[in-house]
């Protein structure tokens, strides 16, 4: 089996994905793959194109050519809401939290039906994964630190039950302590079978939890591999990430 290819079975499999704003041909060819308890890190510079994959897997940038399956079933062209339903959740880059929203209430904003094939979170299993919630459970969201925010918008999202995370740069901005505990929380989900894609500039973070990479530049697929092809590749890492 490829190296660059999960070790069981995609979860979600992007092939030949091609994406444009307005004329300009941001993403040419993406592929990439992720099982169920897997990490795949998307990783790439300022510009490189890796928000632009997670918004077009999310639908909410239309894919001009490619494929996009998700748990058996074709998801390019589908709304954002349905694609979401299917238990697929997404972190954006600009968290939205709901400000005058109490901790606890920006969870229950998140909540869905529990799916029989994934795990089901409940807001005191969340305040384990990230304990620092816990301490603020009916402070607003307005009132809370970028990284606690940043916590927050993760654990809301889980309490649709996904299957599958896409999250965006979720250490951006974390001091190394919080980072450390970021990195707990996406073990544990990956250790709960989470599939989970994250977009990272940070090589750090990203070896800290990831079994596989991909970067990307310009749009394109530059690299496909484990952590450890790429650990083992300055060249590679020298050209295409900021290290
Ligand atoms: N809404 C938009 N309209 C037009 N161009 C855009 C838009 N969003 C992003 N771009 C351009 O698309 C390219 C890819 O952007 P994208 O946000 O996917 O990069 P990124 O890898 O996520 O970067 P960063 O690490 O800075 O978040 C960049 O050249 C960017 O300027
Ligand atoms: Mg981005």
Known sequence: MA????PVPALLQVEGL???????????????SAAAGDVLAL???NGAGKSTTLKS??????PAAGQIVFDGVRIDGTAPYRIARLGLGF???DRRIFTDLSVMENLEVGRQQPRPDAPTWTPERLFELFPNLGRMKSRPGGRMSGGEQQMLTIARTLMGNPKCVLLDEPSEGLAPLIVEQMAHAIRTLRQE???????????HFSSLVADRAVIVEKGRVRFAGTMDELRADPAVREQYLSV
């Open 18 to 32: 091609h994406a444009y704003y307005g004329r300009a041909h941001i993403l040419a060819d993406v592929a990439l």
């Open 193 to 203: 079978g989470l599939c989970v894609v994250l977009s990272e500039q940070n090589l």
């Open 91 to 93: 972190v954006p880059e």
């Open 43 to 45: 990783l790439g510079r």
């Open 3 to 6: 190296a660059d290819a999960p």
């Open 57 to 62: 897997i999310m639908g909410l940038v239309r």
